[in-house]
C-alpha cells in the first residue's frame, strides 16, 4: 500500500505554460516536504510546510498544504526547462518520529 | 567535503555474495536513513538512525538486510545472499535529527547491480 499517491506520474509541457502536481493520502501527516530530483543525483529540499492551509512560494513554485493535513500541491508557473526533474513529496507520519516516508513521483518534462 | 558521502558509487556483483555499502553522513547529523530507489520510482525507507540506535527499521525487505551505526557517524548497510532483485540505488541522507522532521541531506547513492 502506497501511503502518498503522486499524480500525474508524469507530465510533458510546453515551456512557458502553468502546471500542478498533487500529493494525496488518507494519513494525516505532521509535516510535508517537496524534494526535486536530477538523474545520477540525490533528492534537494525544495519546501517543507507544517501548518494546515498553509502556502510557501519559491520563485514561480506554490506549496500549498491542505487544510486537514493529508495532502499537498506544487504549483509552477510559467514553467521552464530547467524546471525539468523528478519533483517527491515526503511525510512524516504523525507520532512517527523522524520517519520520513516518499511518494513515488511526478516526472515533469520542460519542452523548449 | 561537507557533504553526504557514499561509497562504493557503483557496485556489480554475482547473485549470492555478500555485498557492503557505507555512509559518512555531514558532521553533527544525529539522524542517518538509508532508502532503496529503483529505476522511475521514489525513495522506498528502509531504515533510519537516531544516534547509535535504529529507531525504525520497518522498512529492511528481509532478515538479509542489516544496518549499523556503531558510533554514531558512518554507517554501513549490509545485505546477505544478494539476489537480483536487490538490484537498485541505495540512498543515504542525514538530517539534525532531534523531533521535527528537517532537511534530509542525500549522497549521491551507491548503484548495486547483481548479476
Known amino acids: 500500500t502506497q501511503l502518498l499517491e503522486q499524480s500525474p506520474q508524469f507530465l510533458s509541457i510546453q515551456e512557458g505554460e502553468n502546471l500542478t502536481v498533487y500529493c494525496n493520502s488518507s494519513?494525516?501527516?505532521?509535516?510535508l516536504q517537496w524534494y526535486r530530483q536530477e538523474p545520477g543525483e540525490g533528492p534537494v529540499l525544495l519546501v517543507t510546510v507544517v501548518t494546515g492551509g498553509e502556502v510557501k512560494k519559491l520563485k514561480r513554485l506554490t506549496f500549498q498544504f491542505g487544510d486537514a493535513r493529508k495532502d499537498s500541491s506544487l504549483h509552477i508557473t510559467a514553467a521552464q526547462p530547467g524546471d525539468t526533474g523528478l519533483y517527491l513529496c515526503a511525510a512524516c507520519i504523525m507520532n512517527r518520529d523522524d520517519k520520513i516516508i516518499f511518494g513515488k513521483g511526478t516526472r515533469l518534462h520542460i519542452l523548449p | 567535503g561537507a557533504g553526504v558521502s557514499q561509497t562504493p558509487s557503483n557496485k556489480v556483483t554475482e547473485k549470492g555474495k555478500y555485498v557492503e555499502l557505507r555512509c559518512d553522513p555531514i558532521?553533527?547529523?544525529?539522524?542517518l536513513y538509508w532508502y532503496r530507489q529503483s529505476l522511475g520510482q521514489g525513495p522506498e525507507f528502509l531504515i533510519y538512525?537516531?544516534?547509535?540506535?535504529?529507531?525504525?527499521d520497518s522498512g529492511l525487505p528481509n532478515d538479509r538486510f542489516f544496518a549499523v551505526r556503531p558510533e554514531g557517524s558512518v554507517s554501513t548497510l549490509k545485505i546477505q545472499r544478494t539476489e537480483r532483485g536487490d538490484s537498485a540505488v541505495y540512498l543515504c541522507a542525514s538530517s539534525l535529527g532531534g523531533g521535527t522532521p528537517g532537511e534530509l541531506f542525500f549522497g549521491e547513492g551507491s548503484r548495486l547491480t547483481v548479476l
Open positions: 558532521s553533527g547529523h544525529t539522524a
Open positions: 494519513s494525516v501527516f505532521s509535516s
Open positions: 538512525f537516531q544516534g547509535t540506535g535504529a529507531a525504525d
